[in-house]
């Protein structure tokens, strides 16, 4: 079955830290991908999307991700958190072969915990 | 416009009684979806719909039951509750052939 992995299930960092977080999806084919956001008590807001060129997408807020066709990766990425930046944050990759359902996969999650 | 809106928001039920949570969208959206979220495990599909009266099993179906009668309305049926129900309930909407989906604010569900 497809999956997306992230490997952080859990970063703590200091305001002014980098973020990085790993995304990996198993899907070979073409791939739409997304960078969801949930803040404490909120539902699921976007952060950014890559559909295709530029492999490198800016969002909002700025953060940004990189999308390495060739390590199946879409890592996402911020120069400075901010404490505001405490949420979950939730990869995710269109289902192969869901062109007319919109269906997407998310992967497990990862709770970035910013400590001012 | 509201976008995605979820009704109840929390939600308490003993094992075995029936509940049916609704979503609204009043975006014209073709598709709808219906997700539970528990730690550690991202969202999971339960059911979805890529129109009107047209309704399809997820990644976790069971115990669940759906119905779209109205394009903008969606609505999640539990039977018979069982605790391992519980869980955050979210709902959310895409434009037809699209992958970028609008969620709801979501339903904390209890069953005890």
């Known amino acids: 079955a497809q999956s997306v992995s992230q490997h952080n299930h859990h970063v703590i960092l200091s305001e002014a830290a980098s973020l990085e977080l790993g995304c990996n999806y198993s899907?070979?084919?073409?791939?739409?991908l997304f960078w969801y956001v949930q803040y404490p008590g909120q539902h699921l807001q976007l952060l950014l999307k890559?559909?295709?060129?530029?492999?490198l997408v800016k969002g909002i807020k700025g953060f940004e991700a990189e999308f390495i066709k060739s390590k199946f990766s879409f890592n996402l990425r911020k120069p400075s958190v901010q404490w505001s930046d405490t949420a979950e944050y939730f990869c995710?990759?269109?289902?192969?072969?869901?062109?007319?359902?919109?269906?997407?996969?998310f992967g497990q999650g990862t709770t970035l915990q910013v400590k001012p | 416009n509201a976008g995605v809106t979820q009704t109840p928001k929390f939600r308490v039920l003993k094992t075995g009684q029936s509940m049916t949570l609704l979503c609204a969208q009043d975006?014209?959206?073709?598709?709808m979806y219906w997700y539970r979220q528990d730690p550690g495990m991202g969202l999971r599909l339960i059911h979805y719909?890529?129109?009107?009266?047209?309704?399809a099993k997820g990644e976790v179906p069971d115990g669940y039951n759906v119905s779209r009668l109205k394009k903008q309305n969606f609505l999640l049926g539990l039977e018979s509750a069982a605790p391992s129900q519980t869980s955050v309930y979210f709902c959310a909407s895409s434009f037809f052939r699209s992958y970028e989906q609008y969620f709801g604010p979501g339903t904390r569900l209890t069953v005890t």
């Open positions: 995710a990759v269109n289902a192969p072969g869901s062109s007319n359902t919109g269906k997407l996969i």
């Open positions: 719909s890529v129109g009107e009266g047209t309704t």
């Open positions: 890559y559909f295709s060129g530029d492999p």
């Open positions: 899907y070979g084919g073409t791939v739409n």
């Open positions: 975006m014209n959206h073709e598709y």
